[in-house]
């Protein structure tokens, strides 16, 4: 029997054995074990969920839902972002990938950690107890993540200011347009791996 129903009980004086309910380690309310279990998730496994894009695109979703939100709902978005295109465009291919990743592999990890809850079998999704600790810190995830691009940009302006060098003189003492081809290149390179590591692709 639970807390609100042994309460109401023992209120009404029906029933009681006089005992208060707080003495029963499971009349606890559930609020305060999702409290305790908010309280327990960690910076690493904050940043563990951000640094994933889809799960990302996830959390913003569900942040503007007020609800539960069907699975397949989640999956056609998610698709439409991931390939720059609306909802009505996404293709059934495109939707159903989203949708085997979500179901086996980023939801029941957001779902373990309390962030979502993720109920498999009627395929429903809505904000857990921890969600708020995430989104404390989503809007400055996706702010670097919108860097990259000027990261690209001041690789290539390095270049070509370089490369003007190499032909003005400054091949003598060893600039030449192939170094500076090389070093940009190396550059271009390092940062796409990074861009890569970091959205830590599935």
């Known amino acids: 029997m639970s807390s609100k129903s042994h309460q109401s009980v023992t209120a009404d004086g029906i029933a009681g054995n006089g005992s208060d309910a707080n003495d029963d380690p499971q009349s606890e309310p559930a609020v305060d074990e999702r409290a305790q279990s908010a309280r327990e998730l960690s910076l690493d496994h904050v940043f563990e969920i951000l640094k994933n894009e889809r799960r990302r695109t996830v959390l913003h979703y569900l942040a503007d839902e007020e609800g539960p939100v069907s699975l397949g709902e989640l999956a056609e978005h998610v698709a439409a972002v991931e390939n720059d295109t609306t909802v009505a465009r996404v293709t059934s291919k495109e939707r159903k990938c989203v949708y085997v990743g979500l179901y086996q592999c980023h939801l029941p990890k957001m779902d373990d950690m309390d962030i979502v809850s993720f109920n498999q079998n009627r395929g429903k999704i809505e904000v857990g107890p921890n969600a708020g600790a995430l989104y404390a810190y989503l809007d400055d995830s996706d702010s670097r993540d ?48 990074l861009e890569l590591d970091a959205q830590d692709d599935d």
């Open 146 to 193: 919108r860097s990259w691009p000027l990261y690209y940009g001041a690789v290539a302006a390095l270049g070509g200011a370089l490369l003007s060098l190499s032909h003005v003189g400054a091949s003598t003492v060893g600039l030449t347009p192939t170094l500076v081809a090389v070093v940009s290149l190396l550059g271009i390179a390092t940062c796409a791996a």
